[in-house]
């Protein structure tokens, strides 16, 4: 259950505890020498490895702190939790290892894969029930059974023994380095994490400047710092599911708040390129939340200059299904994919010219939807072309003008282009 405290602070010490309470089923992850981050910003960038978590995200750690504190009684009624994916699989796993009783609130658009690897952790200790098309829906959905059945939540951020389970990232981050660290990056979604590394750090290296980063759609714990109160945010992007809470934790809020050096958000394209990157060229698979970090050094490409800095990758449940997608949002960020209404003359031969004469050279249609519907002179038709390079796009246009072809240009126009991606 969510807390109304606001004046706590993870200690080291509670940390330090959770670190030996965790320490049978969470990994020790490695930290890594990013070689091609650290030539292209020039610094010594090295990556926190939680997608190489035993569930493949750092959730393992405050779930299992928070479950193991309960007392027998509370054991014996059982948990409850609502999640996106990774808490869900944290908090399954430690049921499993327990041996109590768990159910599982997740939003139904929760990518299949989440839903499949919470099943296959969990087993036969818990339930999944798919309710609500946000985290917030489910959490609602959740806690009525809690109040109704006396079971516990187990919140995957607003929470202190959560919170002091993330931190144990941090205690391992400071044991793992041998020179002094000036940046840390940290994704932010209800806070937990970042909140957790907060006590971990500022008592073992309070030189350190810890970043929260947030996806550009769903920037709840920057807007909630901006208005110096916790604010629920509406009509969030839902993409980087890991990351896109409409209100972040109390708690987190007010350590995030007073101790955080910077909170800013990324914009999901940038992130979608980022990924692709870190799968073609470093054959790393990351989910979208487990992007941001690495996304994040772009913009902040003069601070960390001849620093050290700490990326935490904070998981990789990707569902391959939505490559597409991502190579599309990317694609679009670059401003190499655009779409347009293309007015076809109805007569033999006119997509033939419109290839020939007004596609460049390294102009490719991607997508193509065309009926003829009527006897009209003109058939509209959606037309989605990717080019090799941005400068392409304004002689494109003037081609589609100049031979008649030029309908409207989509990419600007919201209310039509949500159909498309």
């Known amino acids: 259950m969510s807390t109304t405290v606001t004046t706590y602070f993870p200690s080291l010490e509670a940390i330090q505890n959770a670190a030996t309470t965790i320490k049978k089923v969470a990994m020790v992850t490695p930290l890594m020498e990013s070689i091609r ?10 990556l926190k490895r939680e997608d190489l978590q035993r569930v493949r ?34 908090v399954a796993f430690a049921c499993s290892q327990l041996k109590i009783k768990g159910t599982i609130y997740m939003p139904s658009v929760t990518p299949r894969q989440k839903v499949d690897q919470t099943k296959m952790f969990g087993g036969d200790f818990v339930d999944i029930i798919l309710q609500g098309d946000t985290f917030d829906d489910s959490y609602k959905a959740a806690m009525k059974v809690c109040a109704a059945e006396h079971k516990t939540f187990v919140h995957p951020f607003d929470d202190p023994k959560t919170i002091e389970g993330q931190g ?45 980063v947030e996806p550009e759609g769903a920037p709840s714990m920057l807007t909630s710092i901006q208005n110096n109160k916790n604010t629920e945010i509406f009509n969030i992007d839902k993409f980087i599911d890991g990351a896109a809470v409409q209100k972040v934790g109390d708690l987190n809020f007010e350590i995030c708040k007073n101790h955080l050096t910077d909170v800013f958000t990324i914009p999901e394209g940038w992130v979608c390129q980022t990924i692709l990157d870190l799968y073609n060229r470093d054959a790393i698979v990351v989910e979208p939340a487990g992007a941001l970090t690495l996304a994040a050094l772009e913009f902040y490409k003069e601070q960390i200059k001849g620093k050290n800095v700490v990326c935490i990758v904070s998981g990789s449940n990707n569902d391959i299904t939505r490559t597409a997608e991502i190579k599309e949002r990317a694609l679009l960020y670059a401003d190499l994919k ?61 081609r589609m003008k100049a031979y008649n072809f030029f309908g409207d240009y989509l990419n600007d126009k919201p209310d039509l282009f949500q159909f498309l991606i």
């Open 37 to 46: 981050y650290s030539k292209k910003y020039e610094a010594n960038v090295l």
């Open 168 to 212: 144990t990232i941090g205690l391992e981050i400071f044991k793992q380095v041998d020179v002094p660290i000036d940046y840390v990056f940290v994704a932010i979604g209800g806070g937990g994490l970042a909140s957790g590394l907060c006590g971990a750090l500022k008592a073992l290296s309070p030189n350190t400047k810890i970043i929260g």
């Open 57 to 90: 995200s750092y959730k393992i750690r405050g779930a299992y702190n928070k479950i193991a504190s309960l007392s027998p009684e509370q054991l014996k009624n059982g948990v409850v939790c609502a999640s996106a994916g990774n808490h869900a699989q944290g």
């Open 338 to 398: 655009h779409y347009f209404i293309v007015r076809f003359p109805q007569r033999a031969g006119a997509l033939k010219q419109f290839v020939g004469q007004v596609l460049g050279p390294d102009d490719d249609i991607t997508h193509f939807e065309y009926s003829k519907k009527s006897s009209r002179e003109n058939g509209p038709a959606v037309v989605g072309i990717e080019l090799k390079d941005q400068k392409d796009l304004k002689p494109l246009i003037e």
